[in-house]
Every structure is written in C-alpha cells, then in structure tokens.
C-alpha cells in the first residue's frame, strides 16, 4: 500500500515548456487535490476533483489544468510554464470531501519540486 | 486575503519543554481546524483536529484548543522532542464545500 504517489520528484523547465505532473493513489479515494507550496504562503489549492469524472478550480488555478483519468490518477498539467510556476506541488486525496460537520482527512503525496528557468 | 494565518514563522524550544503554535482564522463558516506536520522532502502528514463545536481535543502529547470567539486556535506539544522538529500547517475546513485552507506555517525546532 504506498499511499499517494507521484512522479517526478524533481524537474526543471524552461519558460514556455510544458509537462504533466502524475499523481496516483490506491486508497480507493474519491476526492483528489493539487496544491502548490510557497516560502510564507503555505498550502495553496490548484485544482480538485471531488469525485472521478468531475474537477473544479481551487484558489489558484490560472496556468494549469488537471485531467481525472479515473479514480487513482489525477494529473496536473502546465501547457507553457512561467518562472511563477516554480514550487514544491503536493498531490493528496480524502476518501470524500465532505461537507458539513465531518472532518475528512486529506493524506498527502511526497512532491514535486518544479524548477522554470 | 489570509483566511487562515500563522503570524509566527519560526519557535524555537528546549527539550522537554512545551510548544504552542498558533493559527488565527477570519471567517465562521470553517467547521473543522486540522493540524498538519511536515517534515523537508515530504508530504504534509495529518496530525490531529478539532471540530467547531469543540474547544479541546487531546491525542498523547498533542493537544489542540480551539476559541470561537477569538477565532483562534493552537496546538500545545508536551513535553517536546527533537523529532518534532517539523513544519506545522494549521488548516480550516469549509462547512459548504469540504475545502481546506492552511496557514503559512510554522517551523518549530527542538533542541536537545
């Protein structure tokens, strides 16, 4: 059982190029979420997908897209990177995202770290 | 516009000693609070939580407190150890969509 997964650990780009960064887990989870980290800006949310066959924008959104390619695989992808792009991404999943007065945890992958020259 | 904020980037403790990180949050409709610890080249790894209708919630030496009313919260560690020398993110939970919000984080060292 290796959780959530995701590949590569560590990639650099140069402005304008594009990649897709993968992202699996075998907890038979419905909901799987993109964010990116940032020095003193914390966990933001990219993109998420609630359950397979739906996603949905986060908080910060612009200059990427996300493919649900069904329930383990949620993959991140950036058409033509910017130095903006630079950062630690984290994929995670929650066996559902819950609403109302239910916590849901959300376990988390190891990263990817981006580097856009 | 910080939702969810840890106005402290740095502690520093002694062994044996207590931590208390803190997290303040502006808006009512989060319904849970979760604390997450991270360690350098890993995922966050979830910590311990505390529903809104809650003020405390206790797991070994982890103790969350919640107050409404200030709209703050913390996490106590006692007694503290080196290996929770971590980054610790305070995240709110939406009550309408099941979203998390963190906080900058906060980087504690224990030292021995």
């Known amino acids: 059982n290796a959780g959530v997964t995701q590949t590569p650990k560590f990639q650099v780009l140069k402005t304008g190029q594009s990649m897709t960064l993968q992202c699996a887990q075998d907890?038979?989870?419905?909901?799987m979420y993109w964010y990116r980290q940032d020095p003193g800006m914390g966990l933001r949310l990219i993109y998420y997908s609630a359950s397979e066959g739906t996603t949905d924008k986060g908080e910060v959104p612009n200059g990427y897209n996300v493919s649900r390619l069904n329930k383990r695989e949620f993959s991140l992808r950036l058409e033509s990177a910017a130095p903006s792009q630079t950062s630690v991404y984290f994929c995670?999943?929650?066996?559902?995202?819950?609403?109302?007065?239910?916590?849901?945890?959300?376990?988390f992958g190891p990263g990817t770290r981006l580097l856009v020259l | 516009d910080q939702q969810v904020k840890q106005n402290s980037p740095s502690l520093s403790v002694q062994e044996g000693r207590i931590s208390i990180l803190n997290c303040d949050y502006t808006?009512?409709?989060?319904?849970?609070f979760l604390w997450y610890k991270k360690y350098p080249a890993e995922g966050p790894t979830f910590l311990i939580s505390?529903?809104?209708?809650?003020d405390k919630n206790e797991d070994g030496r982890f103790t969350v407190f919640l107050n409404k009313s200030a709209k703050h919260l913390s996490l106590h560690i006692v007694p503290s150890q080196p290996g929770d020398s971590a980054v610790y993110f305070c995240a709110a939970k939406w009550s309408n969509t099941g979203k998390l919000i963190f906080g900058q984080g906060t980087t504690l060292q224990v030292k021995p």
């Open positions: 907890m038979n989870h419905n909901s």
């Open positions: 505390i529903s809104s209708i809650k």
């Open positions: 995670a999943s929650s066996a559902s995202q819950r609403r109302g007065p239910r916590q849901e945890t959300q376990y």
């Open positions: 808006n009512s409709m989060f319904d849970y």
